[in-house]
């Protein structure tokens, strides 16, 4: 993909990333080792990612022409640790102990106190609690590192990424309460738990926050925001998709967790009242299902139709994201910038 931005821009973001983790872990060493120990393991977690959220800040800032970007680098480091801080919430909602096919940080404490001879029960309470305090301390890290930023825009930048983190909650509530069958989850329900739960945060909100510190106005706002809104349905759609039928190789996740789950996805959705998927739907969700089973959940998904409407969403998604994108006023790079992410996460296999 094209990148507005060079290497050393995102280079920037690593190093205000850097100084707060090592300022973080010497000061948390003045209390216990294993609280140094818990900031260790966030700093080497937030190592090596694709920077996805950063990059839109920083692009979406540089295509507007401000020649200023060190509160762009803040806010871009901001968005890192917001969304670090949500995966890390996440994984304790949905009690995962990996990630990328490694024990996420829930899982590294539950392991060190396994090892040290405490039963399951203790472990898992013990995995679970430094995962929920790993993210409240990275919410803390990101209105810290944005209180930094000097523009007069600062103001609205944290109203900006309140209101982001605001609709995040809603949609993980949503979430919640689709997989518990605590509320109804219509195709059209979900949609809107995917644009709240990974629309705002991960595309719209950087987007904009990009813009605004570089002045854009509120016409490029509210197309950023409809832009990157949509581009978080297709990066959920996909992800969707690979959750059930992606590559374990390649994904670095089972593709029978979210089956084993029971997690309402569009999937699901689509297949719901289809004879393939009622007949094997005593599987989807059982806590002991077998590879076998989750082969014949997605034999199911396929005969009804499911994957197909799945995919032929993520094509339509497309095709109304770039149709969307010309019609908006933002400048030409950043639009050819646009339409290319948005192929690229449509086509991901990982």
């Not at 818990?38 to 692009?59: M, N, T």
């Not at 339509?316 to 192929?343: N, Q």
Request: some cysteine.
């Amino acid at each position: 993909m094209t990148e507005l931005v060079a290497r050393d821009a995102v280079d920037a973001v690593d190093a205000v990333l850097t100084e707060l983790f090592e300022d973080r872990i010497a000061r948390a060493s003045r209390y216990a080792d294993h609280y140094a120990l818990l900031w260790q393991r966030l700093a080497r977690s937030i190592e090596g990612g694709k920077r996805l959220r950063p990059r839109l800040v920083l692009d979406t800032h540089r295509a507007f022409g401000d020649p200023h970007p060190r509160d762009a680098t803040l806010a871009a480091a901001a968005f890192e640790l917001l969304h670090n801080a949500l995966l890390l919430h996440d994984d304790v909602i949905d009690r995962d102990v990996s990630r990328r096919g490694r024990p996420n940080l829930s899982g590294e404490f539950a392991a060190d106190a396994r090892a040290a001879g405490l039963p399951q029960r203790a472990a898992t309470a013990w995995g679970e609690s430094s995962g929920v305090l790993a993210g409240d301390l990275l919410l803390s890290a990101t209105s810290t590192v944005l209180a930094r930023v000097a523009s007069p825009a600062r103001a609205a930048l944290t109203d900006l990424v309140d209101e982001c983190l605001f609709r995040a909650a809603a949609g993980e509530h949503a979430d919640v309460a689709f997989g518990l069958g605590t509320a109804p989850a219509s195709p059209e329900r979900l949609l809107r738990m995917m644009e709240d739960k990974t629309g705002g945060y991960s595309f719209a909100a950087p987007l904009r926050a990009g813009a605004l510190l570089a002045g854009a106005g509120p016409d490029i706002d509210a197309d950023l925001e409809q832009v990157g809104t949509s581009l978080g349905v297709l990066y959920q759609l996909r992800d969707d998709l690979l959750g059930v039928f992606g590559d374990p190789a390649r994904t670095g996740k089972s593709v029978t967790g979210d089956l084993r789950e029971g997690k309402r996805t569009l999937l699901v959705a689509f297949a719901e009242g289809h004879p393939e998927w009622t007949a094997v739907r005593h599987l989807w969700g059982a806590p002991d299902l077998t590879d076998d089973d989750a082969a014949t959940l997605r034999t199911a998904l396929e005969a009804s139709g499911a994957r197909e409407a799945t995919e032929q969403l993520v094509a339509s998604r497309l095709l109304e994201i770039a149709d969307l994108v010309g019609r908006t006023a933002l400048p030409t790079p950043l639009r050819h910038h646009v339409i290319t992410l948005a192929h690229r996460l449509a086509e991901r296999d990982s």
